[in-house]
């Protein structure tokens, strides 16, 4: 199946500082989806994305569909402790789907925040 | 939380025993998916369905098994545990097409 490639794996930050994630596949995605997950819980809808070029927003988070529609970016703005988790991408397990077969995801940026 | 709940959220049995967790949605939503978390993996598709006794594999489907015979609750069974499949289990549902998925929280499955 498709792959999502991410980096960082992990990122050690300060609070208040800005974040930057990305998501690369070899192949076309035509959606984009960043999800969060704390610890015992299930990921949770950041941000989607569903044309290329995209530039969308969600309070400090912002996300871009890349151009070439194989990747995709993640950007935190002056971070804070509640930020810490795991961010994932993830994308429709087949274009054809459309998404009803299930979504593909990277496997993940924990993101920890030293005070 | 997006009306989804799962159960039981945590379970510890033995190997070679049936195994049944259940998903159960508010939402009305025709999309409902299992998933497997695993360190390393990240999230990986088992099984999932698009409309009542309408249910397909995922990429890793062998060893597991799907019922949804009511619109709200999607069952996923392990007929013979194995400890392989020690993980953590997430129902996801959906509306249509285009709409992400929402996470239910989880079931932690272990298998000695």
């Known amino acids: 199946g498709q792959q999502l490639n991410q980096s960082p794996q992990s990122m050690f930050i300060q609070e208040g500082e800005d974040v930057s994630m990305n998501c690369t596949s070899s192949s076309i995605f035509n959606t984009w989806l960043w999800y969060k997950q704390d610890p015992g819980e299930g990921p949770v809808l950041l941000i989607a994305?569903?044309?290329?070029?995209e530039l969308t927003s969600n309070g400090r988070l912002t996300a871009q569909f890349g151009i070439t529609r194989k990747d995709s970016f993640l950007n935190i703005s002056a971070s804070i402790p509640s930020d810490v988790g795991i961010y994932f991408c993830a994308g429709p397990v087949s274009d054809s789907g459309g998404g009803a077969d299930g979504l593909t995801f990277g496997k993940g940026t924990h993101l920890i925040i030293q005070p | 939380d997006a009306g989804i709940t799962q159960s039981p959220r945590h379970k510890v049995t033995e190997t070679g025993t049936p195994v049944t967790l259940r998903c159960h949605q508010t939402e009305n939503h025709r999309y409902m998916y299992w998933y497997r978390q695993d360190p390393g993996h990240g999230l990986r598709l088992i099984h999932y369905?698009?409309?009542?006794?309408?249910?397909d594999k995922g990429e890793v489907s062998d060893g597991y098994s799907v019922s949804r015979s009511k619109t709200e609750d999607f069952l996923l069974t392990l007929e013979s545990a194995t400890s392989s499949q020690t993980s953590v289990y997430f129902c996801?549902?959906?509306?249509?097409?285009?709409?992400?998925?929402?996470f239910g929280d989880g079931t932690r499955l272990s298998i000695l």
């Open positions: 369905s698009y409309g009542v006794k309408d249910t």
């Open positions: 994305l569903y044309k290329a070029g």
């Open positions: 996801a549902i959906s509306d249509s097409l285009r709409e992400a998925q929402h």
